[in-house]
């Protein structure tokens, strides 16, 4: 997953991630527990997370 | 009447039912899985923590939301807070929010009184900020302080960036309504309220439905896109803000669109605490305006434990965002934590910010521009639209019974 510069740290995506995947510290980012769902995507308020095709 | 509502955060939701009670047929389109936008719970490792608002009604029971929840049959406990709020002065030493008079000379005391009165009744000119308010009549460290503490846990703004006159309108809400209160069960009790409201009045709310135009027709709104599909309306409602609304259609008003566009967001950061005793004790603001950047720390399980797992409290500070380093600005934070609890055990769960696009406010107190657009039948509500002297969601509910007004809804 790719997270944008538009991201502001809300953290829902962390929330909403099934597999602990995603560190919030003023902005989100994927660790290595992170398996592509893409689940995070559809959670973010502003769009800030791209699958990487 | 038809009425399509774009967002079902609280402003959206609380027009819904507002409009369904009132006979309208109304659609919400939610882009987010969820509804209650940046007011409702995020399920935490067994926390409910918040997705944007602390678990709080600035004015509690008796406050504008409150009054709005109940027009409309939506059933909310609110535990209004007790102590209300508490104030840490520089010595460590807690005092009632209430009694920070006594902190000032007796001459300057009887000062407060008398300026304060004059002020309410004659407002200031409105590009004075607060703090140059503060500072034509005092001079003094704690009030200074003080107003950055409570003008950043309640605004997410420095007193200097508050415009005097929103603030002493705020004063006078604070007077007529009083205190804060805890919603049972937290923000989701009051969105989660107000969609079974509007769906029993008949209303729909759509998830993971996202509008992609706004239909214009001889500058009237007459319907939206979702999905490529056309959706007929005699009135748009919008819920996000006056900005992102106008690139949903095209605007032509330059006027209009530069007034926008000047608005700025507010922005904080919310730093999430775990803890197995209670650092503060009761559910009141904990305000600290001797910190470096905390302006305030409330504990939400002291009025409802079931915001966390058993045996732990739920505790969330708050900060306005100062600088452009926004990690060093939690680093601060969490080093002003550390010094407010010295050898208590506590976890940081999750540290959330909020600034452009996904902001405290999207127009900054004082800085709100209405609920009208250049169009006609397409009005904006949320904390983008805010009514006067509303702190928060007292501000987006007096901004709906704004836009309620104008469309003859009472």
């Known amino acids: 997953m790719k997270v944008s510069k538009e991201c502001v740290g809300c953290g829902q995506c962390a929330a909403y991630c099934a597999f602990d995947a995603i560190i919030i510290f003023g902005r989100a980012a994927m660790n290595e527990n992170c398996t592509g769902c893409g689940e995070c995507v559809k959670y973010c308020p502003i769009s800030a997370i791209m699958e990487i095709i | 009447m038809k009425t399509v509502i774009i967002g079902a955060g609280l402003g959206g939701l609380l027009a819904g039912a507002k409009l369904t ?3 309208y047929d109304v659609e919400i389109f939610e882009r987010l899985p969820f509804i209650g936008g940046r007011f409702t719970n995020l399920p935490y490792k067994g926390f409910k923590l918040s997705t944007g608002a602390l678990h709080m009604i600035p004015h509690g029971s008796r406050g504008p939301l409150a009054q709005m929840l109940r027009e409309v049959g939506a059933h909310v406990t609110i535990i209004d807070s007790n102590p209300m709020a508490v104030i840490r002065k520089s010595n460590d030493e807690i005092i009632a929010f209430h009694d920070f008079r006594n902190e000032l000379s007796l001459t300057e005391q009887v000062k407060l009184g008398t300026v304060l009165a ?5 407002k200031p ?3 004075l900020s607060f703090r140059d308010w503060v500072l034509k009549y005092f001079d003094d460290e704690f009030l200074f302080k003080l107003a950055d503490s409570f003008c950043g846990w309640s605004l997410s703004l420095k007193a200097k960036d508050v415009p005097a006159r929103e603030m002493l309108e705020i004063i006078d809400n604070m007077y007529l309504y009083k205190g804060s209160g805890i919603p049972l069960g937290g923000c989701s009790a009051v969105t989660d309220a107000l969609s079974g409201i509007i769906r029993s009045n008949g209303g729909r709310i759509h998830t993971q439905s996202y509008v992609e135009r706004i239909i214009i027709d001889n500058d ?3 319907g939206v896109i979702v999905g490529k599909k056309t959706i007929d309306a005699d009135i748009v409602i919008s819920d996000i803000g006056h900005f992102e609304t106008s690139r949903l259609y095209e605007c032509m008003d330059l006027e209009y669109l530069n007034k926008i566009s000047n608005v700025k967001p507010s922005k904080g950061i919310k730093i999430c605490l775990s803890s ?10 904990f305000f600290t305006p001797y910190a470096q950047r905390i302006n305030g720390i409330n504990e939400v399980t002291n009025a409802d434990p079931s ?9 969330m500070s708050h900060q306005a965002i100062i600088t452009d380093d926004l990690e060093a600005e939690i680093n601060l934070g969490l080093l002003d934590i550390a010094q407010l ?25 004082g800085s709100d521009n209405g609920n009208r657009t250049p169009v006609e039948n397409l009005y904006i509500v949320g904390d983008g639209a805010k009514g006067k002297g509303g702190i928060e969601v007292e501000g987006v509910a007096l901004g709906v019974r704004n836009a309620m007004a104008q469309i003859g809804v009472s």
């Open chain 2, 341 to 365: 609890f010295p050898g208590k055990k506590y976890e940081a769960l999750l540290i959330q910010s909020y600034s452009n696009g996904w902001p405290v406010n999207r127009a900054s107190s």
């Open chain 2, 220 to 222: 009237v709104a007459t």
């Open chain 2, 118 to 122: 004059y002020s309410l009744k004659f």
């Open chain 2, 307 to 315: 915001l966390a797992p058993p045996g732990k409290h739920l505790v």
């Open chain 2, 125 to 127: 000119r409105s590009d």
């Open chain 2, 21 to 23: 009670k009132a006979g």
């Open chain 2, 276 to 285: 197995d005793e209670p650092l503060i004790g009761h559910s009141g603001v």
